[in-house]
């Protein structure tokens, strides 16, 4: 932004600009992330986050437990047809795998966490916009105080 212009001045400005993109940046890719996220079933909103630990916890320990029986129940090279059947739905139960949530499902619960970085996104923009029309001042020979106060004239520099 500043180009060959080396001032200090102008690199601070241009420098919070900067800031605001990167912060915008971030928030969108938080914002897909957390829809991504969401996506799992066995995930939750954030303000559930205690609640998914449990159930998560829970899942684990099921896991586990089956492991265990599927471990007992691996049948031998004689076994009856009934043994290899019975692990073979042990097994199946096992590793099966859960079907993801639907897009329209996992944009509609993330929906109050989305509002809330919205409304960082807004502040990130207003910030973008009072810092890069200081950078403008700056760069045109205007001194400004700080960032609400009044701009002043000054001689432009040489």
Known sequence: MCGEDGRPDLFETAVRVAECDVLIREIRSYQTQLIARLRDPQCYPIPLAGFE????????????EMGERLEKAVPSRNAPPEKKAEFDKLADEY???C???KPETALMLSVPEL?????????AWSRRKRGFLQFMAVQRGYRTGGSLSP???VEAPL
């Not at 970085?117 to 807004?122: C, D, G, K, M, V």
């Open 53 to 64: 630990r449990k159930l998560r916890l829970a899942a684990h320990r099921a896991i586990l």
């Open 115 to 123: 509002l809330r970085l919205t409304r960082y996104e807004r502040r």
């Open 151 to 153: 701009i002043e004239m």
């Open 99 to 101: 079907e993801d949530r």
């Open 95 to 97: 590793f099966a795998v």
